[in-house]
């Protein structure tokens, strides 16, 4: 069964080796606004060997999508990091959420950082705290303090509202 395209439930995720951030929103039942379903952060503590953090994330990620049965899923793209280490850890932590959502069925869409921040904010440049920001005005949702939801959870909820941002401009037949 095809998800009614104006209804779409989007898991966002901002994939970290040591913190990966979620979100679930969708379109309100009138078209007219978006809805935060949840969010969250996936810990994975640093003492951990690299490849149960890579589990974990996994296991997690699979989780969240049996719970809240989003339809597609928004990541963030691959960014050009200045350390090549980094680069490969980060992108081993793409590889595992985007296999849980492949496994999943999902439809993956990615999205560049300065893609997303440019669509939200303006600007590409963009930092967490503005990104934040400009998720609870269009959400029209106070988050809680970032001690309690993390930055990395508000950037899986602006990749989220990104994608069903391009997804609408895409059904109107505008370019996205």
């Known amino acids: 069964m095809t998800a009614d395209p104006r209804r779409v439930r989007v898991l966002g995720l901002d994939p970290g080796s040591l913190r990966t951030g979620w979100g679930l929103v969708e379109p309100s039942p009138d078209g007219r606004r978006l809805n935060l379903v949840a969010g969250g952060t996936i810990v994975s503590p640093a003492a951990w060997p690299f490849s149960e953090r890579l589990r974990h994330i996994f296991e997690q990620t699979k989780d ?14 691959v960014f ?17 959420a985007l296999l849980a959502g492949a496994l999943a069925g999902l439809a993956i869409h990615e999205y560049a950082p300065a893609a997303v921040k440019k669509a ?17 005005a269009i959400l029209k949702q106070t988050l809680p303090p970032p001690k309690e939801f993390s930055l990395d959870a508000s950037d899986a909820l602006a990749i989220a509202v990104c994608h069903l941002h391009s997804r609408k401009l895409k059904n109107l037949g505008g370019r996205p």
């Open 120 to 136: 939200l904010v303006g600007t590409g440049r963009a930092g967490k705290e503005q990104v934040r920001a400009m998720v609870e």
């Open 64 to 77: 969240v999508i049996a719970r809240f049965a989003p339809a597609e899923l928004a990541v963030e793209g």
């Open 80 to 96: 050009t990091a200045h350390n090549a280490r980094t680069a490969i850890l980060l992108g081993q932590a793409r590889g595992v």
